[in-house]
């Protein structure tokens, strides 16, 4: 049968960026996509090991892992939606309320991708040249906006908010996420800030320093009442078994988690050096740096690092800004010495 396709799609849908994943070669170092490369606790693998046998059941730890977060954030389970990574939770966000929607360039690309996803105008302003924060430009284009996006520290820049700005953001009244994925590696957190905003949702997830990246486990924190309705518009069951259990497992061994922190932390600051002797760098408050690759081009830096099988983000260009960007996630430090000795070998 002739099928007009075309006819019968939504028009916007054809204008919507379909993300694109780090790549992923097995046996080679990914530092592309700022995962975890210690992997997580024992005891999360453990965990999965014994739940294999028990899918059967639909998911129903959905009150204890909210319980168990929490805790872990020293808050009440009332102030905790649980989600299938936080993307999903970007998506709920954008179901609940109101566009046009507002965030700042460079960042990560799914508030866009799911503004456009739902059919939600968007604005974005871009951030100073040293990628510090512009408050003033955001608080000026706020105005027009309903949804107000921050993500501290940011991807793929590495530099947080600080918490000044933040509140003097908050004080317009209107839904404002600051997306914390990269929390545990900077230490800085708006949580104190929910004593006196109810309209801060704050979104973390455990794919980054909990090492779960492949179990899609994140989590909101905001006022109940935001909470209840992000579960309105939820799937009943988007976080499954696994990533249930593996959740409650990690919260149970954070520890595990701080100590590769610490360790990441650490190589961050060796490799922000060991760069910063190569290339203009950016510090990073986060499990990556970003680093502008000239005299070399991106593409040139990432098949170089390829043929000796690292695999980092090539970014290339930011509209409005100079300069080829690479990202490189902080692996661990048997990676990172690799990573040093490669490009000893490709920059002399
Ligand atoms: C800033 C930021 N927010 C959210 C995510 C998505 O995390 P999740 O795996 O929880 O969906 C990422 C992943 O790279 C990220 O960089």
Request: charged share 30%; with cysteine.
């Amino acid at each position: 049968m002739d099928f007009e396709l075309r006819d019968k799609v939504k028009e916007y849908v054809y204008d919507i960026d379909t993300y694109i994943p780090g790549e992923m070669v097995e046996d080679y170092i990914k530092l592309a996509s700022n995962e975890n490369n210690y992997g997580p606790s024992p005891r999360v693998v453990e965990t999965l090991r014994e739940y294999a046998d028990k899918v059967n059941i639909y998911p129903y730890r959905e009150g204890e892992v909210r319980e168990a977060v929490a805790e872990y954030c020293g808050l009440s389970r009332e102030n905790i939606a649980a989600g299938n990574g936080s993307d999903e939770l970007i998506e709920l966000v954008l179901k609940v309320f109101k566009g046009p929607v507002l965030y700042f360039n460079p960042t990560f690309g799914e508030y866009r991708i799911c503004s456009q996803i739902l059919g939600e105008r968007f604005y974005s302003i871009n951030l100073e040249q040293d990628f510090s924060f512009p408050l003033d430009r955001y608080l000026g284009k706020a105005k027009e906006a309903n949804i107000l996006f921050l993500c501290s520290p940011n991807n793929p820049t590495g530099t947080a908010i600080s918490l000044g700005d933040i509140k003097k953001i908050l004080e317009l009244g209107k839904p404002t996420v600051v997306d914390e994925a990269y929390f545990e590696f900077c230490g800085e957190t708006s949580a104190p800030l929910l004593r006196e905003y109810d309209n801060l949702i704050i979104l973390r997830t455990f794919s980054k320093a909990f090492a779960l990246g492949g179990l899609r486990a994140g989590y909101a924190i905001s006022s109940p009442e935001v909470v209840e309705l992000l579960y309105k518009v939820r799937q009943p069951f988007s976080v499954n078994s696994f990533a249930q259990v593996a959740a409650l497992a990690a919260l149970d061994d954070v520890a595990f988690m701080e100590r590769n922190v610490e360790k990441i932390k650490e190589d961050r600051e060796m490799l922000y050096k060991k760069l910063g002797g190569r290339f203009r760098v950016y510090e990073s408050d986060a499990n990556f740096v970003l680093l502008d690759s000239a005299p070399m081009t991106s593409q040139e830096l990432f098949k170089r690092l390829y043929e000796k099988r690292i695999i980092v983000r090539k970014l290339g260009g930011f509209p409005g800004f100079e300069g080829d960007y690479t990202r490189i996630t902080v692996g661990t430090s048997e990676e990172n010495k690799k990573l040093i000795k490669a490009l000893d070998g490709i920059i002399q």
